[in-house]
Every structure is written in C-alpha cells, then in structure tokens.
C-alpha cells in the first residue's frame, strides 16, 4: 500500500473533455480530477469524492478488454482515506468481473458498430477571417452536462440520427463565434451568446466549459 501525502496530491483540475479518457470504459471524460505524484490522475476533486477513477490521455487510451471468462488482475484502482485522515491511499484488487459491466464492449455481430463523438476543434478559413465570424460546433450529452466540441460531419450526423453514430445520447449544437470587432465587443458578443445558449437550452456550466476564452480566434483588425 502507498501513502500520498496532501502535498504530493494536485487537487480540484478540471479538464473540458478534449484530454482525457476514463481507462476502464474508453468514455471521454469532462469534469473535476486531481493528480498524485506519480503522475497518475482520477476522476473527482480530491480522493474523498468518488468514484475516483483513473484517467488516461486520450490519445494513449488502451485499448477496451476483450469479453473472456477472466479479466488481468489489478486493473481497477482504488483510492480511500487513510485512517489518519491526512494522507490518501492506494489500493489494488483483483478484478471481479461482477465489478465490470462488460456489455460495455460487447458488440452483436447483427447489431452496426456505432461511434461516440469526438472532440475536433473547427478551424476558421480565410473566408471566415474574412467575414468576421465562423461557426463551431458542439454536443451534450444528454443525461448529463456534459460537451465536447466536434467537427460539421459529427454535427451533422447528429442532427441527421445516422445509424453510426450515437445520436440519442447527445444533443448537437451550432454556434457562430465572432473573430472580429474589437477586443471588448468580440469578447462580450461570444460570451452573451454563449450565456443566453445556457440559459434557454438549460445547458448549465456551458458558459464554463469556455474557460472565459471568448475571445478564442480573435483577429486584429
């Protein structure tokens, strides 16, 4: 058993989706972690809010087990307060596989694959610096306040229910996000819009998934 003591614990990160992945699931992560000193990092403000699940960088995700009648041991990880309240611990076990919904990655052969959204990032073109403004895509979830941006062709298959995608589980969303005007009325037109998005689609802490980075692109006139 390892100790970490607080120092050696970065708490209350927050990550927007487009870094992460949680290691079990392969799902994308958007919210609250915190890291240890071994460089390793965990779902939750602090160790004394779980479920603490450990994240990996989403370009490096492993890849999903594959169904069998056992599973490696110590893949899942577990934090929990030491019992002088000062220091956290880590604790492996041995898998169960009661513990793991393995129909996660189970995949009939008459059922068609289907594919979670991705974070891209839309560029502007020299057409849109031209013009001033551009659109940019986004989904939430919808059980959940949880977004990612996404390109047009996601976007669009979203909008559209293609079969590939999995459309019932995100709302899609298009935006148009001003790069030009002056700094404070740039600023203030992305940041209102984005507000008023918040307020009337219920999409709370999308005005934060932002980082008060309206002015994002922003082009000098």
Do not use: H
């Amino acid at each position: 058993m390892s100790y970490f003591p607080k120092s050696q614990i970065k708490l209350n990160q927050y990550t927007n989706g487009d870094e992460y992945a949680i290691s079990s699931t392969k799902e994308i992560y958007q919210g609250y972690y915190y890291e240890v000193s071994n460089g390793k990092k965990y779902t939750g403000k602090n160790p004394n809010s779980p479920p603490n699940l450990l994240l990996v960088s989403i370009n490096t995700s492993p890849t999903p087990p594959q169904l069998s009648n056992s599973f490696p041991p110590n893949m899942i990880e577990s934090y929990a307060n030491s019992q002088s309240g000062n220091d956290f611990s880590i604790t492996d076990f041995s898998t169960n596989s009661s513990l793991l919904d393995i129909t996660r990655y189970s995949n009939p052969t008459n059922s068609p694959s289907r594919s979670l959204p991705t974070p891209i990032q839309t560029l502007p073109t020299q057409k849109d610096k031209d013009l001033g403004s551009f659109p940019r895509y986004f989904c939430k979830k919808t059980n959940e306040n949880y977004y990612i941006e996404i390109n047009k062709e996601q976007f669009t298959n979203l909008q559209n229910r293609d079969k590939t995608i999995a459309w019932d589980l995100y709302i899609p969303l298009q935006i148009i996000w001003q790069i030009k005007g002056g700094k404070t009325k740039t600023y203030n037109a992305n940041k209102n819009n984005i507000t008023l998005i918040e307020q009337r689609n219920k999409w709370y802490g999308f005005t934060k998934y932002f980082k008060d980075r309206f002015l994002k692109y922003y082009l000098e006139s």
